[in-house]
């Protein structure tokens, strides 16, 4: 064997092993650290459209938490998908959900997070009054008169949980109908999108 075949041998070696380190780093950075999304319905309208996608901070909320006003990926309870029961309380017509069923389900959902543990909420037009105060919310879409816009009667946030709603008040199924999220739920929080190019942006 000459010095010619060692040499190509070292470098096809070399080649799988930078191969092998880029899909690791790879998989690794998507499970770890960043995740990308895609938008798969209309709940989120006018801030994120359908198809769009983003990218997921899957750390940040490990070490701190979300916050008021973050758009978050999170498992929602299984309420939310076989809706039997919705809740994990019985509540009547026109009442918040203040507790979610005790599991979670295995899909993930996009939502923006309106109230955080300890405060309370209820909504009027689809806007958020949150601790007695009406919250200023000109990203979101007109909640028209559907069954979903007014919940005079507030909810007190259990501790560890968050309140998600969509953007689209009036075509999102989110926590006012099957409860606040435990933290243990979120997955992370959407700091970017990065496709259609005319959308890519910092959210």
């Not at 899909?107 to 923006?112: A, C």
């Not at 689209?168 to 990065?194: E, M, V």
């Amino acid at each position: 064997m000459n010095l010619k075949t060692i040499s190509r041998g070292n470098s096809l070696v070399e080649s799988v092993l930078i191969i092998v380190i880029a899909l690791a780093l790879a998989f690794g950075i998507q499970a770890f650290i960043v995740k990308p999304y895609r938008i798969p319905s209309e709940s989120m309208l006018p801030t994120l459209k359908v198809g769009q996608r983003v990218l997921v901070n899957r750390i940040g909320n490990a070490l701190s938490g979300p916050h008021v006003g973050e758009i978050v990926v999170f498992h929602p309870p299984q309420g939310a998908v076989d809706q039997s029961p919705s809740c994990g309380v019985q509540i009547g017509p026109g009442l918040l959900c203040p507790v979610p069923t005790k599991r979670h389900a295995g899909v993930n959902f996009i939502k923006r997070v309106v109230a955080g543990p300890g405060d309370t909420l209820a909504v009027r037009d689809g806007h958020v009054i949150r601790n007695g105060k009406l919250v200023r919310e000109s990203f979101i879409r007109p909640c028209g008169v559907g069954d979903g816009c007014n919940f005079p009667t507030a909810i007190k946030i259990p501790a560890g949980h968050w309140f998600m709603m969509g953007d689209n008040r009036g075509q999102s199924d989110d926590s006012r109908f099957w409860g606040p999220i435990p933290k243990d739920w979120i997955i992370g929080g959407a700091f970017a999108t990065y496709w259609p190019p005319d959308r890519v942006g910092i959210l």
